[in-house]
């Protein structure tokens, strides 16, 4: 059997595409008898360089300024909206970002530029080191966006180590709206660097239409298109951590998790749809990343309906899974990106709960999902007038899901080749064969 170092920005419980996407080929590959190491970014400053978790070793790689960002955000989303405790975070932790863009400044490098170096070296640092003492047959690198494909080859070139490298791209990162020109050419780069080095490249996700550059064209044959390992029928997951219900009453809750971003997946057209809501018996939890406009704009809806909406920020995917368990209507909303799919509502579909998703393409790819699956009720942002309308079309879905039972083995079915057992097996599949084929 063989030995696999498996490269990810974050790993298992935190619910992000690479965490998810690495932990499913993991277990894949363990299933099979091999072995897995783990090396991922650091997420708080209470991790230990190296722990053993479900078994594997997972090496920690610092990135300080990260970790102090991540640290304030998350406190900071324990408080209320508008408090005082609220209040005084926000304003060290500008303080201190001020503060590092000033230190840069003065050496010459935005922070941005400082903390990238610093990252870089420790992830060198450690990779060299298991190296030389796991020795192992392959690499298998999942990143958004390329630093850890490209710190990898680096890592690899430096060294001199010969081995398998895969490298998996989950995320259409550099195909976003609203790149400059710059951000293009640099991005293009750092793709013909992966896609000439990398032994293998797996596009997971719909992606082949991101990637159409002249390094594709020129290195398209290592490619292998899979879909996003994650949609397991059913996802059945025991409720422990989650939001708490509301006692005594007929509460609607309606959740939403993942990211929002502000250029490529807007959400005006869902802050309506809350806004209508208001005074009812629905009340919204709102987990994930959300960026600064995104973020400011949420805030604001707290303030209008404070009792209705919960904020909850970057949490465990335990906390998750188990909210999405206990929720009664799921959102999703789709991407400016129509070849990328949120990769949220796989796991919504496994937990075979109602999915209203707001999209804003008809040729948007996450409706390749959707039409399969009986619970979703899809609102188009350019074709849809009035929201009283879409609220009340919604509710109407709503209670007519209560009253249907979907079928399990229909919706496997239904889903055959998109599974994650199905995926991942390929996936694992593909490795070995081209292991055995260099022996």
């Not at 899974?321 to 579909?349: C, F, H, M, V, W």
Request: aromatic share 12%; proline share 3%; glycine share 4%.
């Amino acid at each position: 059997m063989s030995k696999f170092i498996i490269v990810s920005g974050s790993y298992d419980p935190y619910p992000t595409a690479n965490g998810v996407c690495a932990k499913a080929v993991e277990e894949a590959l363990k299933k099979k008898g091999h072995e897995v190491i783990y090396m991922v970014t650091r997420n708080n400053i209470t991790q230990k360089k190296c722990e053993v978790i479900n078994g594997n070793k997972v090496f920690f790689i610092p990135k300080t300024i990260h970790e102090i960002h991540w640290t304030f955000n998350k406190i900071q989303d324990s408080f209320l909206v508008g408090s005082a405790e609220k209040y005084i975070l926000k304003l060290t932790h500008t303080v201190i970002k001020v503060t590092f863009k000033f230190l840069a400044f003065l050496r010459g490098k935005t922070a941005r530029d400082s903390a990238i170096a610093i990252y870089k070296r420790n992830f060198i640092s450690i990779m060299s080191k298991l190296l030389l003492e796991e020795k192992p047959d392959g690499i298998i690198s999942f990143s958004v966006p390329f630093n850890s494909h490209l710190y990898t080859h680096e890592t690899l070139v430096k060294t001199g180590y010969e081995t398998l490298w895969v490298s998996c791209i989950v995320d259409a990162h550099q195909h976003k709206p609203g790149l400059s020109q710059k951000e293009k050419r640099l991005f293009a780069k750092q793709e013909a660097i992966v896609f000439k080095n990398a032994k293998l490249c797996f596009l997971l996700d719909v992606l082949k239409e991101n990637y159409n550059t002249v390094s594709y064209k020129e290195y398209g044959h290592k490619f292998t298109y899979f879909k996003l390992p994650f949609l397991k029928i059913p996802l059945n997951y025991k409720v422990e951590d989650a939001f708490e219900i509301v006692k005594g009453g007929d509460t609607i809750d309606i959740t939403f998790a993942g990211t929002l971003y502000d250029d490529s997946r807007p959400i005006h057209y869902f802050s309506s749809f809350i806004r209508e809501c208001k005074n009812t018996n629905i009340r919204f939890h709102l987990m994930g990343k959300f960026y600064p406009e995104t973020k400011k704009n949420i805030e604001e809806l707290i303030k209008f309906m404070p009792s209705q909406i919960r904020m909850y920020g970057f949490v465990s995917r335990d906390f998750v899974l188990a909210s999405l368990q206990r929720s009664d209507i799921l959102i999703n909303i789709g991407n400016n990106n129509t070849n990328q799919i949120p990769s949220k509502i796989l796991e919504y579909i496994g937990m075979q709960k109602p999915i209203i998703s707001f999209i804003r393409d008809e040729n948007d790819a996450a409706l390749d999902y959707l039409n399969r699956y009986p619970y979703s009720y899809i609102i188009n942002e350019n074709k849809e007038k009035s929201i009283s309308k879409v609220l009340e079309q919604a509710m109407e879905f709503f209670e007519k899901s209560k009253k249907e039972k979907i079928d399990i083995p229909t919706l496997r079915n239904n889903f055959k080749g998109y599974l994650q057992e199905d995926v991942t097996k390929e996936i694992v599949e593909t490795i070995e064969k081209y292991i055995y084929e260099q022996k």
